[in-house]
């Protein structure tokens, strides 16, 4: 569900993406035939098929405490071991059916050094789409941005969610807005030198920066993005006071609804191009085309090797579904048919209600 009609919601390369899907779809039969299948189902029933879309949290980790995010609360924010190079490649094989991932959960994916690389280029020589998220504090050290860029990924999004030190630093505590901006236009530069396009300015709006927006605009455009994107609404993680705590954060919508439009007038103006995303309440039980589209096309795996349900949830101590080193099986296992049934049938569980809207 949209909620401010008008402004448009973020796309990749749409181009780009398709062209890669039909390579992946040629690599194999078993991909296409289940991707074919996943395709044709309906979420009024349960089909033997395999995920198309996977996250990989690669490490749980982070070198910022930002308040709205569980890794504040982690002793020296970590929750578990980072997840191992063969692991990662014996899910992605062992399922053989992955068009898309995204590799980034609750940690700071550049904290995993060289295995990170390594992941996204395995990924990228079985014709995935690969995309990720950073803090951009890292991308300084060790060639970081070069090497990103080098690993083939195909969509960067990097969190600002100030248009000025203080907001940021207030934001993304543990943070250097100004080594950051300095990151941004680095890794933007080397996009531009080669013609192409993978990044993505990302921006949860919140009470501390919704008075922001042109400005955070004008700051895109400044360290070189060429896609903004404003995120609006807070989710909980499935964690009754953390849902709490972040919706106290939040902004009504119409009371952003102007500075949105003022937004992606901005945008055209500086050559930007300006998108919005909803994250939850956008989901009806009501109706199955209205269903949460996660229990049915994709999972979360945890650094730890986990199945979550969800980004939106990430922590396996909140609802975990079983061992991804077995995820074919756990994912047409009673468990998980149950979780979905509950999703048809409108018994939606407690850690998913967040991003259910109870109306029609």
């Not at 059916?97 to 994916?109: D, S």
């Not at 919706?247 to 119409?254: A, D, Q």
Request: aromatic residues 8%; glycine residues 8%.
């Amino acid at each position: 569900m949209h909620f401010i009609p008008g402004l448009p919601l973020p796309q990749p390369d749409r181009e780009a993406y398709d062209a890669n899907l039909q390579n992946a779809l040629a690599s194999s039969e078993k991909l296409r035939l289940n991707y074919l299948r996943f395709q044709d189902h309906a979420r009024t029933e349960l089909l033997d098929i395999l995920p198309t879309k996977l996250d990989f949290e690669n490490v749980s980790r982070c070198n910022f405490r930002c308040p709205s995010c569980p890794v504040s609360g982690w002793e020296k924010g970590r929750r578990a071991s980072d997840m191992q190079l063969e692991d990662f490649k014996g899910i992605v094989d062992e399922l053989g059916t992955l068009v898309e991932i995204k590799i980034q959960g609750l940690g700071e994916p550049l904290l995993g050094g060289d295995t990170y690389f390594e992941m996204i280029r395995f990924a990228r020589s079985r014709h995935i789409w690969v995309r990720t998220t950073t803090n951009a504090s890292l991308l300084h050290a060790r060639d970081n941005a070069a090497r990103l860029i080098d690993s083939d990924v195909n969509e960067v999004q990097v969190s600002v969610d100030g248009a000025n030190r203080e907001t940021f630093q207030a934001i993304r505590v543990g943070s250097r807005f100004e080594q950051v901006r300095r990151n941004c236009v680095l890794l933007n530069g080397i996009c531009r030198k080669r013609g192409i396009l993978r990044t993505r300015m990302w921006v949860v709006v919140q009470r501390l920066n919704a008075g922001e927006m042109v400005n955070l605009v004008e700051l895109g455009a400044e360290l070189v993005f060429p896609r903004i994107t404003f995120a609006l609404d807070m989710h909980g993680w499935g964690m009754g006071g953390m849902r709490q705590s972040n919706s106290e954060k939040l902004v009504p919508l119409s009371q952003i609804a102007d500075n949105a439009h003022r937004s992606v007038e901005r945008g055209r103006e500086l050559g930007a191009q300006v998108s919005f995303w909803q994250n939850t309440a956008k989901y009806s039980f009501l109706r199955s085309e209205g269903l949460c589209p996660w229990p049915f096309e994709r999972a979360f795996v945890s650094s730890d090797l986990r199945v979550v349900p969800c980004c939106m949830i990430s922590d396996p101590g909140v609802l975990d579904l079983g061992d991804a080193r077995s995820l074919g099986a756990v994912w047409n296992s009673e468990a998980y048919r149950s979780f979905r049934e509950a999703h048809m049938e409108g018994r939606i569980p407690g850690p998913c209600r967040m991003c259910y809207s109870y109306h029609s």
